[in-house]
């Protein structure tokens, strides 16, 4: 089963030209989307959603409990040094810049897709704009009440519905920690377009909780913290391989008929790449980040690159063969056993020769299509090969390929 991508920390994905990788990867991508909250979608994102692929799932109200019990625990016994480091009383020393908060909100300008709308952002003037913000339906009301009871947030009326407005560390933390549950629970993968202090794959334990919140030391049963996904991480590196700097010029239609046109070819290579990952997951060990990327970049080099060259070359051999028959189609002499039926039923050769060499001529183009469709449904990276004749600039074999089409 191939999973459905689950997009955090926010409700609107901010970067484009990343979300038209995700939509050239993925089978479908969710987000979480309170009911009654209302879209302020880029056109790119609005033609996925139209199209089926961008999902709206409702914040699951049975993963309160299982999300906020830590959380209330951490409340009841680090209340005062939870206060001291993101207390709303103290907002004005957290040293958070505006430009940098509101997390999560999408009644501003930044999570807005853009829009400047003065109505829309006037619901929250009575809110800090330097507070991270978490729809009140992703949090379960005992912890929206033990927050704000020890001064950690408060709430009020935005877009959609009631905010809660806190730190932005503690934001994201919390939104980090839902999307892992729900995404546990629902078999989802999460993906965001952010640079993020913290991921949805860290195992947000108690004990992970206080060790990040109350700068205590983790427990010694405490896993190592994960690092970004490393199937994620794979997937891009071989898409930047032949997929254009300039994809954010790339109309999102033409997106969405490469997924609908050549469907067969990324189901198998996201099969090929699952294998790959597994492969070499010892990789997600390695401790340096820089280091890790370039034992990725190495891997990419051998499970991808090697196998589109591989690929080329047996199609350009496929296009050589084809060349050289063509050049050498008037030696074509009719077989011995037809050349005799011919001459008993009293057809001129002359009349037959000319037969041949037009079967030929007609019939090679059809078996060399044939030789062609073959080696590309056998790659398992042929995915990727479309990829590059589908967004790259038109090339000599593109116009090539619209007279003997794959």
Known sequence: MNPIALYYPHIHVRDDTWLKYAALYWPRMGRLRPRDYPLLD?????????????????PPQWAWPQVGQPFLELIND????????????????WGVPAAEAGFGYAGGVRSAGGRDDA?????????????????????????VAAAVDAGLAVTGPGRGGTWVGMHPELAHVYTCALTERVATEDHLQPVTDQEQPHTALSGWTLDRLVHLLVDRPVAH???????????DSFVFMAFATVVPANLDTVPVEKIIEIRSTFGAELDAFRTYAAEQVQEFAAIEDVRDLA??????????????TTRLNELRERLRSVGLESVYA?????????????????ETAGVP???????????????????WRRQRRAAIEESPVSYL????????????IDRLRKVWPA
Do not use: M
């Open 326 to 342: 063509l050049a050498n189609v008037k030696s074509v002499a009719l077989p011995p056993l037809a050349a005799l039926a011919a």
């Open 221 to 231: 049963d405490e896993g190592p913290r994960p690092h970004p996904d490393l199937l």
């Open 42 to 58: 880029s056109v790119v994102s609005a033609r996925l959603h139209a199209a089926g692929w961008l999902l709206d799932i409702e």
């Open 78 to 93: 680090h209340a005062q040094a939870l206060r001291d480091r993101f207390g709303v009383d103290r907002i004005d020393t």
């Open 385 to 396: 090969f479309r990829l590059e004749r589908e967004v790259s600039p038109t090339k000599l």
């Open 349 to 367: 050769a002359a009349l037959t020769a000319p037969a041949a060499l037009a079967a030929c001529v007609v019939s090679a183009p059809v078996q």
């Open 291 to 304: 280091v890790r990327r370039e034992y990725l970049r190495l891997e990419v080099d051998r499970t991808v």
């Open 119 to 143: 109505a829309a952002r006037g619901e929250v003037t009575w809110l800090n704009p330097r507070f991270g913000f978490v729809h009140a339906s992703k949090i379960g009301p005992e912890v």
